[in-house]
C-alpha cells in the first residue's frame, strides 16, 4: 500500500497535535485531582496570562520557522517596546494612540532592518538577530539607565491590565491574532509561499517565489508583534523595564517546536503553536501548583523540546523516504510501460 | 497500533510526571501555606532568606515554597506573585527586582486579602504591609565608616554596580555621605556597569584599574561583582599587600567571598542578614494573616503588623571575625 506523502505528513501531525493535547489534558486534570486549585478561574487566567506575551511573539516566530529562518531578538524587541512606549508618553508627553503607533512602527522597522540585513548579506539569520538582540540589550539599558519607567495613565493600563467580556486584553489579542494569522498562513497564497521557502529555498526562487521579500515581510511582522507584546507587558506591570522578557525568544522558540514545526523549516502551523504555548504554561502552572522547585520547569521543557525536534525530524526522513518510495514506483512504472 | 503505542507513552510521562510531584507534594501536606518569591532564585543570599522563613514556619507547623526566576526578571517575579495568590497562599514575601513591576501584583495579592510584604529590596509605592530587610542607606553608611577608618583621606574609589536599582543607589548614596563626613579628602573616581554579571565584573574591573590606577578601593554595590573585582585587581598585579594594593570590599556572604576575606584577598565584606530577614517576614506575614478580635487600623481585615520598615542591620566582616565561621555552612534548597 502506498501512501502519499502529503497525507503521511499530515497524519503523523495530527497523531503528533492528538499526542500533545493528551499530554496537556492529563497534566492538567492529573494536578486538579492531585493538588486541587488548578481548574479555578483565578488559577486558569494566571495561567493564561502566565504565556501570553511569550505566545504572541511565537505566532510571528512560527512564520519565521517555517522559512528555515529564526528570530532571537524578539525579547530585546520586546522590551524595547516597552520601554520606548513608556518614553514616549511618561516623558515626550506624547497621547497614548501616537506613541503606540511610532513604538509598532519602530518594532517594525527593526524587524525589515533583520530582514534586509538576511536577505542582503546571506549571514544565517541567527546571526543577525542576536545581533539585533544584544545591541538593543544595550540601548534598552542605556536609555533608562537601568531604571524603569511608570506612570501611565487608567487607560494605557487598560491594556495590559482590563478584561473584555471577562477575559484579559492580552489574551483576546492572542486569540485574535492566532486565528487571523492562522487562517492566512493556511489559506493565503503569500503564506503559502513560506512552506515552499522552508522546503527548499533555491526552488521556491526558481518557482518565481520572491524569497527575499517575503523574509523581509516576515521578520517585520515577528518583531511587529514582539512590539504588540511588549505594549501590552508594559501596561500589565504598569512599568517598563531593560530585565523584562529576558529569555523569552527561548520559550517562544520552544513553543513552536513543541507545536510540531520542523525547525529546519518547511512545516509547521499556527494552530500547532498555540497548542506549544498551552502546554508550556500547564507544566509551569503545574509546578507553582504543587510547589516543586520551579527549577525542574526547565528541564520538563527541555525534554520536550527535545522530542518534538526529534520527531520531526523522525518526520521529515520518514517523509523523505517515502518520496524516495513513491519516486521509484513511478520510474518502475514507467519502465514497464516502455517494456509493453 | 502506532498511535496508540505513541498515546500510552503519553500517559505514562504525564504519570510520572504526576507521581514524582505528587510525592514531593504530599510530604508537605500543607495546612497554612505561605510563598517566598525573588528574583536570582538559587543564589546563596536568597537560599539563607528561604532557609529562615522555613524554620520560621516550621515553628508553627506551616509550610512553604520558593518561586521566582533565576534571573533578574522581575515581569516574572509578577506572574510569580500572581500564581501564588491565585494558589491562595495565606501569605507572600516577595523581594522586588523592580520596585514598579512589582505594585500592580502586590496590590492585587493585597485586594485579595493575601498579606503581602517586600523584603531585602522593596516595592514602596505598592500596598506592601512593610518591608522587612536590610536599611540599605545605613548600610552603605557602615561601608563608608569603614573605608573611611581603613584608608581615610587617601580612599581613591571605584564602584562596580549595576545602575538602576533603588536598593543599590541608596547603599551608594550612604557609603558617600559617610565618606564625605569622616574622611572628606577621600574620592570616589568612577563607577562601573557590571550588569550583575561576576563574569562581566572582571573585565569592566579591569578596565576601570587600567584607566584610573589612582583608585585603591573597589566598592562592590551588590553581591555578584567581588570575585571578578578581585580578579581584575590581580589583573592589575595590585592584589598583594602594600602600597600599591587594591582592597575590594564586597557585599555578600557567599562561602568564596568569606574565605577570601579570611584569606585577607578582601577587604572586607558587608554582610546582610537574609537568614534573619526570611524569619522576620515569615513571623509578619503569620501574624498578618491571623486577625485578633481588633481590627488592625492601618491594614482592616489583616492581622497586626507595624507599618515602619524593619531593619535587620549589616555587620562589616574582616579577617577573624568569628562571625564567618558561622556563615561557612550555608542552606541548601
Known sequence: ???????????????????????????????????????????????????????????????????????????????????????????????????????????????ALNGLLIVLFRVHPMIITMGTLLTL?????????????????????????????????????????????????????FFRQL??????????????????RVKIIIYTLSATLAGCAGVMAAAKYGAAHWAHGNLAELKAIAAVAIGGANINGGSGTIGGTVLGVIFLAVVHNAF????????????????????????????????????????????????????? | MQSSRRGFVALAASSALASVVSTTARAADPKEHYGMVVFLKGSEFFNWAYAGFQDAAATVGATTELQGPADWDASAEARAVDQLVAKGVKGIAVTAGDADTLI????????????????????????????VGTNNYNAGVAAGTAVAK?????????????????????????????????????????????????????????????????INVIFCGHGNPATGALAATRNVGRDKEGPTKVYVVAWAIDVPILQGVEKGDYGMTVAQNPYMMGVQSFLELWSASHPTQFDSMTNPGFGHVPTADLDTGVKMLVKGDPAIKALMTPPKL
Open chain 1, 288 to 340: 507553582v501548583t504543587s510547589a516543586v522547585n520551579t527549577f525542574w520547569y526547565d528541564v520538563v521543557s527541555g525534554m520536550m523540546l527535545l522530542i518534538a525536534v526529534l520527531l520531526s525530524r523522525f518526520i521529515s526522513l520518514r517523509n523523505a523516504r517515502a518520496l524516495l518510495v513513491l519516486k521509484q514506483g513511478k520510474m518502475d512504472q514507467l519502465s514497464e510501460t516502455y517494456k509493453s
Open chain 2, 104 to 131: 500592580a501584583s502586590i496590590n492585587a495579592g493585597l485586594k485579595a486579602k493575601v498579606p503581602v510584604l517586600c523584603f531585602d529590596s522593596d516595592s514602596p509605592k505598592s500596598n506592601r504591609l512593610l518591608f
Open chain 1, 195 to 212: 512552506y515552499f521557502i522552508g522546503g527548499g529555498e533555491r526552488a521556491a526562487r526558481l518557482s518565481g517565489v520572491d524569497v527575499n
Open chain 1, 1 to 111: 500500500m502506498k501512501v502519499l506523502p502529503r497525507q503521511l505528513f499530515q497524519n503523523v501531525i495530527v497523531v503528533q497535535y492528538v499526542g500533545l493535547v493528551v499530554v496537556t489534558l492529563l497534566t492538567l486534570f492529573g494536578f486538579q485531582a492531585t493538588f486541587g486549585n488548578v481548574l479555578t478561574g483565578a488559577n486558569l487566567e494566571v495561567l493564561a496570562m502566565n504565556m501570553v506575551f511569550e505566545g504572541i511573539m511565537a505566532l510571528g516566530m512560527t512564520f519565521v520557522i517555517i522559512t528555515g529562518g529564526i528570530d532571537i531578538s524578539v525579547a530585546s524587541v520586546f522590551a524595547f517596546a516597552e520601554i520606548l512606549v513608556a518614553k514616549l508618553m511618561v516623558q515626550a508627553g506624547l497621547d497614548m494612540v501616537t506613541a503606540i503607533v511610532i513604538t509598532l512602527v519602530a518594532t517594525a522597522a527593526i524587524g
Open chain 2, 150 to 214: 581603613l584608608l581615610g583621606d587617601k580612599a581613591r574609589i571605584g564602584i562596580s554596580r549595576i545602575p538602576g536599582l533603588d536598593s543599590i543607589n541608596h547603599r551608594v548614596a550612604g557609603f558617600t555621605d559617610a565618606l564625605k563626613k569622616l574622611a572628606p579628602g577621600a574620592q570616589i573616581i568612577t563607577e562601573v556597569n557590571d550588569e550583575g554579571d561576576l563574569q562581566k565584573a572582571e573585565p569592566v574591573n579591569t578596565a576601570m584599574l587600567q584607566a584610573h590606577p589612582e
Open chain 1, 137 to 189: 540589550r544595550g540601548i534598552n539599558l542605556a536609555i533608562t539607565d537601568g531604571h524603569s519607567v511608570s506612570g501611565f495613565s487608567d487607560v494605557f493600563l487598560f491594556l495590559g491590565q482590563g478584561k473584555i467580556l471577562g477575559v484579559n486584553v492580552p489574551i483576546v489579542f492572542f486569540g485574535i491574532a492566532a486565528i487571523i494569522l492562522g487562517i492566512l498562513l493556511g489559506h493565503h497564497r
